[in-house]
């Protein structure tokens, strides 16, 4: 073969390949930047700046019919040298491209270690901020860098954008025509005769995606497949090779992230500048990914344990002192919190701290009342013996006791004991004191009553001695009402009262005045309003079966019913109260007691049981009901006996006037009719509220219902109040229902 047919072949050959292979494009619609490469190489600005622009020209070359590359008067003109300063969250080469608005960014690096020359190409994408893939190649020389290494680098590159650039004609004419270039350079060096080596170099370029260079004979065409077949086979083992040691490479990253990252990297560097590129690029930058993230955890991981290794020592340290609960354990617990305060890995250890604290400061504290409550206990022992004598002496007592304590810290968890006590004391000793004053005035009153039924003037005097006798008396007269009304029946000529009469009522003066009726707790008690009542006399006690045994003898009055609970016909209860009988029955033996005697009004009824209206929740006061105060239920219906007792068997429930039973034994028929409310109620409160038929011996029920009050020996402290009342049919005869009677 001559040479100028070689070189007419070769010629060829380069026209044939240049030749683009696909159909015509449209306007590029995508932009690719190439910025400045780096120079770690120590060359000199210019030869950097040259290879910059030799790059630009390839990737134009290579990219221009789908890519708009930008050039370096659009690049200087649209960043500055800030960019770079600028950038965040990014890296400085996709911050640019994002200012550029181009779609990839090329950026390189020049490096050299000896007489080795590397150039290193990255290509980024903008838009995931991800680094797309690496190319690099090396040379002994910088022309042969410039002129062989460059253009194949570039073509790498461009093949991670488009990966159709490698299949495509103007890459092989791009590469044919450096290999041109370098031919003829070492042509003009060595002269003519190194021509066929040349072009055997040119022919040796590889031809990729079944590309067929046409030949001119049969023996060129069975040539150039046979070595496209070695192509593909080398292609082969080298992705087998590349696979096998891929697998080497992620055992080694399961086993451990940091080996796993240099193994991978060593992997990207090995195959990174290989000529038949890197099949496990995408996997292995995803793996390299992986390990930084997991080396990044395990770090964190190391740094948390070591984190929390310190803390607890410190809370080692502290803890002694902040268990102790006091002013210095909490100091010693704000300095262990403030230390770790401002950590960017926190307290992890705050919350059992401040719990510990807690739990000491509370021990503490209960330590420390303990040993107060002794101190108190023991001081109350001395103290007691004197406070319980209830007089001046035990009250001069009690306030030393409760002065001692009284600006403690921890105060005195006595003092309500030692208060109650004194208060006990003192009102047992004052129940004492007048009871004996009770006894004393009813022996005198006992001597008076013996005057009293001889009748004239004496018993007159005699009455009138009495009431002046204890009316001056601190402890007042309790006979008082009972000796007034007596010494006016006997101004007036009637019989006195005392034991006498037909049933042997005893009656207690009622002084008149104003007051407030009704309570706002219940509906049927609302609204309170003002009533006025005059001066009534009422019997002490609620009528004894005893006493309308009398009226039932004289053939005025009829029997009461005699069921279980009934009082009537039952053996020993002459002075219990008379129940289970009806309105009409009540009112029968009021008037065969006297003209001027009937049922209270509900408003006398209230007045009386309020000690003549003062503000008071029982007839004793606002002391809470007990068997002590009243037949109830408490303990069992009837304080336990589950019937009503003797009429004043409870005498501390007593009003001020000496009624007895007006909170409970039984309820008590008044005279007015039911009403749901106290609307439109009378201020006057000696008249009856509804229609009361008028009777003079036998009295008819009727058929309005009508108001009972006081509650009675199965009812609750709710039921005794004084302002409770209840409705009842006027023929109903309750083993609960009795009554009692009012004289004007």
Same mark, same amino acid.
């Given at each position: 073969?001559?040479?100028?047919?070689?070189?007419?072949?070769?010629?060829?050959?380069?026209?044939?390949?240049?030749?683009?292979?696909?159909?015509?494009?449209?306007?590029?619609?995508?932009?690719?930047?190439?910025?400045?490469? &780096?120079?770690?190489?120590?060359?000199?600005?210019?030869?950097?700046?040259?290879?910059?622009?030799?790059?630009?020209?390839?990737?134009?070359?290579?990219?221009?019919?789908?890519?708009?590359?930008?050039?370096?008067?659009?690049?200087?003109?649209?960043? %500055?040298?800030?960019?770079?300063?600028?950038?965040?969250?990014?890296?400085?080469?996709?911050?640019?491209?994002?200012?550029?608005?181009?779609?990839?960014?090329?950026?390189?690096?020049?490096?050299?270690?000896?007489?080795?020359?590397?150039?290193?190409? &990255?290509?980024?994408?903008?838009?995931?901020?991800?680094?797309?893939? @690496?190319?690099?190649?090396?040379?002994?020389?910088?022309?042969?860098?410039?002129?062989? #290494?460059?253009?194949?680098?570039?073509?790498?590159?461009?093949?991670?954008?488009?990966?159709?650039? /490698?299949?495509?004609?103007? $890459?092989?004419?791009?590469?044919?025509?450096?290999?041109?270039?370098?031919?003829?350079?070492?042509?003009?060096? *060595?002269?003519?005769?190194?021509?066929?080596?040349?072009?055997? /170099?040119?022919?040796? @370029?590889?031809?990729?995606?079944?590309?067929?260079?046409?030949?001119?004979?049969?023996?060129?065409?069975?040539?150039?497949?046979?070595?496209?077949?070695?192509?593909?086979?080398?292609?082969?083992?080298?992705?087998?090779?590349?696979?096998?040691?891929?697998?080497?490479?992620?055992?080694?990253?399961?086993?451990?992230?940091?080996?796993?990252?240099?193994? #991978?990297?060593?992997?990207?560097?090995?195959?990174?500048?290989?000529?038949?590129?890197?099949? &496990?690029?995408?996997?292995?930058?995803?793996?390299?990914?992986?390990?930084?993230?997991?080396?990044?955890?395990?770090?964190?991981?190391?740094?948390?344990?070591?984190?929390?290794?310190?803390? !607890?020592?410190?809370?080692?340290?502290?803890?002694?002192?902040?268990?102790?609960?006091?002013?210095?354990?909490?100091?010693?617990?704000?300095?262990?919190?403030?230390?770790?305060?401002?950590?960017?890995?926190?307290?992890?250890?705050?919350?059992?701290?401040?719990?510990?604290?807690?739990?000491?400061?509370?021990?503490?504290?209960?330590?420390?009342?303990?040993?107060?409550?002794?101190?108190?206990?023991?001081?109350?022992?001395?103290?007691?013996?004197?406070?319980?004598?209830?007089? /001046? !002496?035990?009250?001069?007592?009690?306030?030393?006791?409760?002065?001692?304590?009284?600006?403690? *810290?921890?105060?005195?968890?006595?003092?309500?004991?030692?208060?109650?006590?004194?208060?006990?004391?003192?009102?047992?000793?004052?129940?004492?004191?007048?009871?004996?004053?009770?006894?004393?005035?009813?022996?005198?009153?006992?001597?008076?009553?013996?005057?009293?039924?001889?009748?004239?003037?004496?018993?007159?005097?005699?009455?009138?001695?009495?009431?002046?006798?204890?009316?001056?008396?601190?402890?007042?007269?309790?006979?008082?009402?009972? /000796?007034?009304? $007596?010494?006016?029946?006997?101004?007036?000529?009637?019989?006195?009262?005392?034991?006498?009469?037909?049933?042997?009522?005893?009656? @207690? &003066?009622?002084?008149?005045?104003?007051?407030?009726?009704?309570?706002?707790?219940?509906?049927?008690?609302?609204?309170?309003?003002?009533?006025?009542?005059?001066?009534?006399?009422?019997? !002490?006690?609620? @009528?004894?079966?005893?006493?309308?045994?009398?009226?039932? *003898?004289?053939?005025?009055?009829?029997?009461?019913?005699?069921?279980?609970?009934?009082?009537?016909?039952?053996?020993?209860?002459?002075?219990?109260?008379?129940?289970?009988?009806?309105?009409?029955?009540?009112?029968?033996?009021?008037?065969?007691?006297?003209?001027?005697?009937?049922?209270?009004?509900?408003?006398?009824?209230?007045?009386?049981?309020?000690?003549?209206?003062?503000?008071? !929740?029982?007839? =004793?006061?606002?002391? *809470?009901?007990?068997?002590?105060?009243?037949?109830?239920?408490?303990?069992?219906?009837?304080?336990?006996?589950?019937?009503?007792?003797?009429?004043?068997?409870?005498?501390?429930?007593?009003?001020?006037?000496?009624?007895?039973?007006?909170?409970?034994?039984?309820?008590?028929?008044?005279?007015?009719? =039911?009403?749901?409310?106290?609307?439109?109620?009378?201020?006057?409160?000696?008249?009856?509220?509804?229609?009361?038929?008028?009777?003079?011996?036998?009295?008819?029920?009727?058929?309005?219902?009508?108001?009972?009050?006081?509650?009675? =020996?199965?009812? %609750?402290?709710?039921?005794?109040?004084?302002?409770?009342?209840?409705?009842?049919?006027? $023929?109903?005869?309750?083993?609960?229902?009795?009554?009692?009677?009012?004289?004007?």
């Amino acid at each position: 073969m001559n040479t100028h047919r070689i070189v007419t072949s070769a010629w060829a050959l380069i026209v044939l390949l240049a030749l683009p292979l696909g159909s015509v494009r449209g306007a590029p619609d995508k932009r690719v930047a190439v910025v400045e490469l &780096k120079n770690s190489a120590k060359l000199t600005s210019g030869k950097v700046s040259a290879l910059t622009e030799l790059v630009r020209g390839e990737v134009s070359e290579l990219l221009g019919g789908r890519y708009t590359v930008i050039t370096k008067e659009n690049i200087n003109v649209l960043v %500055d040298e800030q960019t770079c300063n600028d950038a965040s969250g990014a890296s400085c080469e996709v911050e640019m491209g994002r200012l550029l608005s181009a779609h990839y960014v090329i950026s390189g690096q020049l490096t050299q270690l000896g007489a080795k020359l590397t150039l290193i190409l &990255k290509v980024h994408d903008t838009q995931s901020a991800k680094l797309v893939g @690496v190319r690099e190649g090396s040379a002994e020389e910088l022309g042969r860098l410039k002129d062989r #290494v460059l253009p194949r680098v570039s073509r790498g590159a461009c093949a991670l954008i488009d990966p159709e650039v /490698a299949s495509r004609g103007d $890459v092989l004419s791009a590469e044919l025509k450096a290999l041109e270039r370098e031919a003829g350079m070492k042509a003009e060096a *060595e002269g003519e005769d190194d021509l066929e080596a040349q072009l055997a /170099a040119l022919e040796r @370029v590889e031809v990729e995606r079944g590309q067929v260079v046409r030949q001119g004979s049969d023996e060129e065409y069975q040539r150039e497949l046979k070595r496209l077949e070695q192509v593909a086979e080398e292609h082969e083992a080298h992705e087998r090779t590349a696979s096998r040691e891929w697998a080497r490479v992620e055992e080694v990253a399961q086993k451990s992230a940091t080996k796993g990252e240099v193994a #991978v990297r060593l992997f990207l560097k090995k195959y990174g500048g290989h000529r038949l590129g890197n099949p &496990k690029a995408s996997e292995a930058q995803a793996l390299l990914e992986q390990v930084q993230r997991r080396q990044l955890e395990e770090r964190k991981q190391r740094l948390s344990e070591a984190h929390l290794k310190a803390v !607890k020592r410190a809370w080692r340290q502290a803890r002694r002192v902040v268990l102790k609960g006091d002013e210095k354990a909490e100091r010693a617990l704000a300095l262990f919190l403030n230390a770790y305060a401002d950590h960017p890995m926190g307290n992890p250890l705050e919350s059992e701290a401040r719990e510990a604290f807690a739990e000491a400061q509370r021990a503490r504290q209960a330590r420390l009342e303990a040993e107060h409550l002794k101190r108190v206990t023991r001081d109350w022992k001395k103290a007691k013996r004197c406070v319980k004598r209830g007089d /001046a !002496k035990g009250e001069k007592a009690l306030a030393l006791f409760l002065k001692k304590y009284a600006s403690h *810290e921890l105060g005195n968890p006595l003092e309500s004991e030692a208060q109650s006590t004194f208060e006990e004391a003192k009102a047992e000793r004052e129940r004492g004191e007048r009871e004996a004053h009770e006894r004393q005035v009813r022996a005198e009153w006992a001597r008076v009553a013996r005057v009293v039924k001889g009748g004239g003037k004496p018993a007159i005097k005699a009455v009138e001695l009495f009431l002046k006798r204890f009316k001056g008396h601190p402890m007042g007269n309790p006979l008082a009402s009972e /000796a007034e009304g $007596v010494l006016e029946s006997l101004r007036s000529g009637g019989s006195p009262g005392v034991g006498g009469g037909k049933a042997g009522i005893v009656w @207690v &003066k009622i002084p008149g005045g104003r007051f407030e009726m009704g309570s706002n707790k219940y509906g049927s008690e609302k609204p309170v309003h003002t009533v006025r009542v005059r001066s009534f006399y009422m019997s !002490k006690t609620e @009528v004894t079966v005893g006493q309308y045994r009398k009226c039932v *003898e004289a053939g005025r009055c009829t029997e009461p019913d005699t069921g279980s609970y009934c009082n009537w016909g039952k053996s020993g209860r002459e002075d219990h109260p008379i129940n289970c009988v009806d309105w009409g029955q009540a009112r029968t033996f009021a008037k065969w007691v006297g003209a001027n005697v009937d049922l209270p009004t509900e408003a006398e009824w209230e007045y009386a049981a309020r000690s003549a209206g003062r503000k008071v !929740k029982y007839a =004793w006061g606002n002391q *809470e009901p007990s068997c002590r105060y009243a037949v109830m239920s408490d303990g069992g219906y009837g304080c336990g006996e589950e019937r009503t007792w003797s009429v004043c068997s409870k005498k501390r429930g007593n009003t001020k006037q000496g009624l007895c039973d007006m909170s409970g034994n039984v309820w008590e028929w008044v005279l007015d009719e =039911w009403h749901g409310s106290y609307s439109g109620a009378p201020s006057n409160g000696s008249q009856a509220w509804g229609d009361v038929p008028t009777c003079r011996q036998r009295c008819d029920a009727g058929s309005a219902r009508r108001v009972s009050r006081g509650g009675s =020996w199965d009812d %609750d402290a709710d039921r005794l109040r004084v302002a409770s009342r209840d409705r009842v049919s006027p $023929v109903s005869r309750r083993n609960y229902l009795g009554f009692r009677l009012r004289r004007t």
